[in-house]
């Protein structure tokens, strides 16, 4: 069973910026695309970005505008998560995630059912 661990989360003011980090176990970590969802108390799981296996192509959710960057760095085992410009309504527990299918072609990255593997989670809060 893969592990993912999250790291970069924190308590920052409106404005600031953050990069995530989700570092994998398992094997092949080349071979899958990458996701990050978040959670707020009382709101459903969002996606949030992802990236595909090859790093060629990015998805973002329609919130985000250009204020973040996935990117994935392959002989860390690491996909990352730059925040930029943050804002109180995106605090929350961020979760990335493992696409289920390897070389993935498809286009169903921002449904969370496409993943079969989550990290622990990394809260982030912004003030305002």
């Known amino acids: 069973q893969v592990q993912l661990v999250e790291s970069g989360g924190g308590l920052v003011q409106a404005g600031d910026s953050l990069k995530l980090s989700c570092t994998s176990s398992?094997?092949?970590?080349?071979?899958?695309?990458w996701g990050w969802f978040r959670q707020a108390p009382g709101k459903e799981r969002e996606f949030v970005a992802a990236i595909s296996w090859s790093g060629s192509s990015t998805y973002y959710g329609t919130f985000v505008k250009g204020r973040f960057t996935v990117s994935r760095e392959n002989a860390k085992n690491t996909v990352y998560l730059q925040m930029n410009s943050l804002k109180p309504d995106d605090t929350a527990t961020y979760y990335c995630a493992r696409l289920r299918i390897t070389r993935y072609t498809g286009n169903y990255y921002s449904d969370s059912d496409e993943y079969d593997s989550w990290g622990q989670g990394t809260q982030v809060t912004v003030s305002s």
């Open positions: 398992g094997r092949s970590f080349s071979e899958y695309p």
